[in-house]
């Protein structure tokens, strides 16, 4: 089965090039590419005309909440697969923070079942860091590892008990496993709706300092430093913790981290009227903030852009902005919003699938993420000019929590190709 795409402008991560060109599958794999006509090749079985439009490698989206086992009705694999491929996202790595937590082999055996079979798209486990997320007992890494897990994380629990954390980082490092943290300060954090400020105080919202963030970083980094863990922060958001993630890495620490894109797009601003879509966590930053962890992924301290995708019903939202729950959708609202940067001038396509595509694949050391000869044909098409106003009842996930909601966007998914096959074609 071979599949040619022309007319095509690739994106390419790898390179770092945008240009026309051309793009062979054959058996699920990416057999050859160039940029003139494609002459002396075999006849493939099917033809696609790109008639312009981007090709790119499909985006791998670190920290995708699927709410299977115990909230189903929020999100299951085969809406959040659903979402995925409508949002060109090709592999998802999903996050252990369900109910009950994904902390035992026999947990992450059914995720792998129900993900094998509802999604189209790939799906990748992460693992609990410790029992139940609770901070107090390392689960069993070498187990998990053998089940499945990609890596290991407690999501927003933050470990608080230091000696535990060395402990499991100290592990994970005796098994090259990768720990993924969210660095915050708990006692700072706890309870906090908004980001401290003026804007905050004004409406009475509870707040967290952004000095919490810098705080549980440098804690981290310590343990790096003492333990010599792989380790992936998942949320940078604050200009504050950025010199702090460059100190790390010039001295040669293995650490990675990441962004939300709606920590890239909105700010603080936008939580007002007590809007409770716009409440995430962390909550959003101020304005120099976020251009701040724009330049940082621009330059290459910040590497991944995720969607930090996380349902939630409309009893959970439909609260006081204090009261409601945090998180948003995101799997199929990715990609537009990341045009947002695009078309702003803050950064260009190749510089957007390094941070959503390939460095998100390097970290998880999957073959996808690159349009390289031999990497899986795991793909998106898109036209990032196309206008449209976002309808959060239009969108695949159960749970349409959306801060995007009737917000004019740029940017289009044609058509998502998981393995050379088609999971996704815009009528």
């Known amino acids: 089965m071979t599949t040619l795409f022309t007319n095509a402008r690739l994106i390419d991560p790898e390179t770092g090039s945008d240009a026309r060109g051309w793009l062979l599958v054959r058996d699920g794999h990416i057999a050859a590419r160039g940029e003139d006509s494609p002459q002396g090749l075999e006849e493939p079985t099917e033809t696609i005309d790109c008639k312009g439009k981007c090709l790119a490698p499909g985006i791998v989206d670190i920290g995708v909440k699927v709410c299977e086992p115990g909230e189903r009705h929020k999100e299951s694999y085969k809406t959040a697969g659903l979402a995925a491929a409508a949002g060109g996202v090709t592999t998802i790595v999903t996050r252990p923070d369900t109910t009950p937590a994904i902390d035992t082999p026999e947990a992450l055996e059914f995720v792998e079942r129900r993900a094998n079979e509802a999604a189209p798209v790939n799906v990748r486990p992460m693992a609990a860091l410790t029992k139940g997320r609770a901070g107090r007992e390392m689960t069993e890494f070498g187990f998990l590892m053998d089940a499945g897990a990609v890596a290991f994380t407690d999501c927003d629990h933050v470990v608080p008990n230091t000696?535990?954390?060395?402990?499991?980082?100290?592990?994970?490092r005796s098994l090259g496993a990768l720990v993924i943290a969210h660095p915050q300060e708990p006692g700072l954090s706890a309870g906090a709706a908004a980001t401290s400020g003026k804007f905050a105080a004004l409406r009475g919202l509870p707040t967290v300092t952004p000095m919490a963030e810098r705080m549980g970083l440098d804690r981290d980094i310590a343990l790096i430093e003492m333990t010599g863990v792989k380790y992936h922060a998942d949320q940078i958001t604050t200009a504050r913790a950025l010199p702090a993630l460059e100190r790390a890495k010039q001295n040669g620490f293995d650490i990675t981290a990441g962004t939300s894109i709606h920590h890239l797009t909105l700010n603080e601003l936008d939580v007002a009227d007590y809007r409770t879509f716009f409440k995430i966590k962390p909550p959003l930053r101020s304005e120099d903030d976020r251009l701040a962890i724009i330049d940082a992924v621009k330059t290459g301290l910040i590497d991944i852009i995720s969607s930090m995708h996380t349902p939630q019903d409309e009893e959970s939202k439909r609260l006081p902005f204090?009261?409601?729950a945090s998180g948003a959708v995101a799997l199929e609202t990715l990609l537009?919003?990341?045009?947002?940067?695009?078309?702003?001038?803050?950064?260009?396509?190749?510089?957007?699938?390094?941070?959503?595509?390939?460095?998100?694949?390097?970290?998880?050391?999957?073959?996808?993420g690159r349009l390289s000869t031999g990497a899986p044909a795991d793909l998106v098409l898109f036209d990032p000019d196309a206008p449209f106003i976002l309808d959060r009842f239009t969108l695949q996930s159960k749970s349409k929590n959306t801060p995007f909601d009737g917000q004019r966007m740029q940017g289009k998914v044609l058509a998502t190709y998981v393995g050379g096959a088609p999971v996704y074609r815009r009528d």
């Not at 000696?163 to 994970?172: D, E």
């Not at 390094?354 to 694949?361: I, K, S």
Request: charged share 20%.
């Open 163 to 172: 000696k535990v954390l060395s402990r499991a980082m100290t592990y994970a």
């Open 322 to 324: 204090e009261e409601a």
């Open 336 to 368: 537009p919003a990341a045009m947002r940067l695009y078309h702003a001038g803050h950064l260009t396509l190749p510089d957007l699938w390094r941070a959503m595509a390939l460095n998100p694949a390097k970290r998880l050391a999957l073959p996808c």
